[in-house]
């Protein structure tokens, strides 16, 4: 197995980044260490490794912007299969998208199975059953995406899981070449150019995504890249009670009229996204028993409302419950 570069090692530090590798741990310890490590940093799973004495694991985790992840990893042969226990960690509330390197990998979730070469993409969602085979030595990169950003841009993603994406052309090849470019300049990036691309690979890899499901907008390139600008200025300042259209057209260098006009195009409009993106998020909150220790109050807040009134009014309109009902509602599904 090919281990990572010195010279990507001496920059993790600058990237606020932390490697985990099995080689600082005792040969019988390894494989309990490392089903410690994955549990804590990325979902609840049981190990299993054919050679125990030849475990290998080496992974390093860069945060990113949004609750974002970079993570290269390299390993030996290993199995992971999620156990039932629930996520512990808001972090752990992702899809990880996977793009193979080296070696082979096989993933089964939702009932479907996914065999990746290098080169190749798919994705998974971390809070649900899945089971993960390699049987030798490989390499990956893994995005760890936070819940709410990819399903307020992508309707339905259970239907994609351990589904292959495309990389051999459109923006799924585009969407590949750049996670690899970004790992491989892991040395060489500051930290502020490092957390800067951090956006324009979720928007692609969001794009891979959309030409699956056959939904991707026939709009010239130009208009295309700014839609997706706007939609990066909302993402970043959803918090923002006081966020108005006027404010997002002055920021992102274009007239009002003209990002309307782009919305128009998914039949909605500028301020209708900005509500349903915020109300997203709000839902996404009160769904999730990781976020039950805040208030209605604070979950609009942090959600871009400053007024419970409207909030709940629009709440309401949008789910057919008050913001209340519906996490007493998602508390008995879930049997908390």
């Not at 589904?163 to 923006?171: A, M, P, V, Y």
């Not at 470019?181 to 502020?192: I, P, W």
């Not at 300042?237 to 966020?243: A, G």
């Not at 609009?300 to 007024?307: D, P």
Request: hydrophobic share 35%; net charge neutral; aromatic share 8%.
């Amino acid at each position: 197995m090919t281990r990572f570069s010195s010279n990507l090692l001496a920059n993790l530090e600058g990237l606020d980044g932390q490697r985990l590798c099995t080689e600082e741990q005792p040969i019988h310890q390894r494989l309990e260490w490392l089903k410690e490590v994955i549990g804590r940093e990325y979902a609840n799973v049981d190990v299993g490794a054919p050679d125990q004495e030849y475990l290998y694991n080496d992974m390093l985790i860069y945060p990113w912007q949004q609750g974002l992840r970079l993570s290269p990893i390299r390993s030996n042969a290993i199995t992971i299969e999620r156990l039932p226990k629930a996520p512990e960690y808001v972090s752990q509330d992702c899809y990880f998208g996977v793009l193979l390197t080296q070696g082979q990998y096989k993933l089964e979730q939702g009932g479907r199975e996914v065999f990746l070469k290098p080169g190749e993409m798919t994705i998974y969602d971390a809070t649900e059953p899945h089971r993960v085979t390699t049987p030798g030595p490989f390499s990956k990169v893994i995005i760890s995406i936070p819940r709410f950003l990819l399903d307020e841009r992508v309707a339905n993603i259970s239907r994609l899981t351990a589904t292959k994406l495309s990389t051999e052309h459109g923006t799924g090849a585009i969407s590949a070449a750049m996670i690899s470019s970004t790992v491989n300049q892991l040395g060489r990036l500051d930290k502020a150019a490092f957390q800067s691309l951090a956006d324009p690979v979720l928007e692609l890899f969001t794009q891979s995504l959309l030409e699956v499901t056959g939904k991707t907008k026939e709009m010239s390139r130009h208009r295309n890249q700014a839609l997706t600008r706007v939609k990066q200025f909302i993402a970043c300042k959803l918090t923002d009670s006081d966020l108005k259209a006027d404010a997002i057209a002055s920021a992102v260098g274009l007239s009002l009229r003209y990002i309307n006009n782009l919305f128009n195009e998914e039949d909605t409009s500028l301020m209708r996204y900005l509500t349903q993106q915020r109300l997203s998020r709000s839902r996404h909150y009160l769904a999730s028993s990781l976020y039950h220790h805040l208030s209605i109050t604070e979950v609009a807040m942090q959600s871009g409302f400053n007024n419970m009134a409207h909030f709940s009014r629009v709440f309401h309109q949008a789910y057919g419950m008050s913001p209340r009902a519906y996490r007493l509602h998602c508390q008995n599904e879930h049997g908390n």
